[in-house]
């Protein structure tokens, strides 16, 4: 069964930065677009930020400019890059396939306060 596992998460103030990580086993990574999601407290998950297997990129439009994705095929992991964090990122992080067809993993915890 294909395991994810998030980390990086961790309390940051409003404009700082946080690189979360996300490694995938049991799968051949490189032949999969990734995405990282998150899911705010009393909201719906979302898609946040994907990338093809060719490294295309593309980001939800509340995070285009802050945040970046990126993968590693030797490692088996995917990348988030987040700058100028606010408050309204706080979230517990996920990562997937772009089109999440694996078991989600346990997530890491953003919370952007002062």
């Known amino acids: 069964q294909v395991q994810l596992v998030e980390s990086g998460g961790g309390l940051v103030q409003p404009g700082g930065s946080l690189r979360l990580s996300c490694a995938a086993s049991?799968?051949?990574?490189?032949?999969?677009?990734m995405g990282w999601y998150r899911q705010a407290p009393g909201q719906e998950r979302e898609l946040v930020a994907a990338?093809?297997?060719?490294?295309?990129?593309n980001y939800a439009d509340s995070v285009k400019g802050r945040f970046t994705i990126s993968r590693d095929n030797t490692r088996n992991t995917v990348y988030l890059q987040m700058n100028n964090l606010k408050p309204e990122d706080t979230a517990v992080y996920y990562c997937?396939?772009?089109?999440?067809?694996?078991?989600w993993g346990q997530g890491t915890l953003v919370t952007v306060s002062s």
């Open positions: 049991r799968i051949t990574f490189r032949f999969y677009d």
């Open positions: 997937n396939s772009d089109r999440p067809i694996w078991p």
């Open positions: 990338i093809t297997t060719g490294g295309v990129r």
